[in-house]
């Protein structure tokens, strides 16, 4: 099973990040996934336009596709432009992909680009106690553990110590945690669970650690593959 993960698009009328969407689309049509998650930030400066724009994309592949919101998004607009998929308050989702559990959990917070799921634990416990066989993959916008980026690390997810508990509470449910938001691809853990920041396909941040000078970024766009055979996860870093 291949789950395709997109993250921070952050389209918008004044960046070409609409066309590097596109770029990735293609790129995915040779690798032909089962599903596509898109982990946050799909547009910038409200500009809601853009949802309808990636929806109609999204609408002509054969895989089906999921999607969270991130702080720069608008969850009344993509509620109202992906229907019932996505007609709860908080934009969580739980797809049964057969092998494979795919959980969206929505991290983000009104007004602000902090992100938090100290509200949702008890959710995610309820989707997680309903998995009898199938291992799942959790998705979040919003970081789970510190990037080393000072202004990042500033408004990564709220509530990770409540999730760790859960995961050494019910050990073996969670396979990997897939991310975004800090634009860059990094790779950590939490409770002892796989966690990664997927790449951004809008332009990288730098690999910056507080230091009076920063490095130059010249990173491409970039995507994640999540690649589970034979009970074996593997999540691959892919740059366009």
Not at 21 to 39: E, G, I, M, R, T
Not at 89 to 109: M, Q, W
Request: with cysteine; aromatic share 6%.
């Amino acid at each position: 099973m291949l789950v395709a993960q997109v993250s921070d698009i952050h389209a918008s009328p004044d960046n070409d990040n609409l066309q590097r969407f596109d770029k990735a689309l293609a790129w995915l049509d040779q690798l032909k996934p089962d599903v596509l998650v898109l982990s946050g930030d799909v547009i910038d400066n409200q500009w809601l336009d853009g949802y309808s724009q990636i929806a109609e994309r999204l609408s002509s592949k054969k895989w089906c596709s999921r999607i969270l919101p991130g702080n720069s998004d608008d969850r009344r607009q993509m509620r109202a432009v992906w229907g019932a998929a996505a007609a709860d308050e908080f934009l969580h989702f739980n797809y049964d992909a057969g092998v494979l559990r795919l959980i969206g959990l929505d991290s983000t917070l009104v007004n602000t680009t902090a992100g938090s799921v100290v509200n949702h634990i008890a959710w995610l416990e309820q989707q997680l106690r309903d998995i009898h066989t199938s291992p799942a993959l959790l998705f979040l916008h919003h970081h789970v553990f510190a990037s080393g980026i000072p202004s990042l690390d500033k408004t990564m997810c709220a509530g990770t110590a409540e999730l760790a508990a859960l995961l050494r509470h019910m050990p073996g449910k969670v396979l990997a945690i897939a991310t975004g938001h800090v634009h860059r691809p990094i790779a950590g853990s939490l409770a002892g669970v796989p966690a990664y920041i997927c790449g951004s396909l809008c332009p990288a941040n730098p690999v910056w650690f507080g230091t009076d000078t920063i490095p130059p970024v010249n990173d491409p766009p970039a995507l994640m593959i999540h690649r589970y055979v034979d009970n074996v996860l593997t999540s691959h870093h892919v740059s366009l």
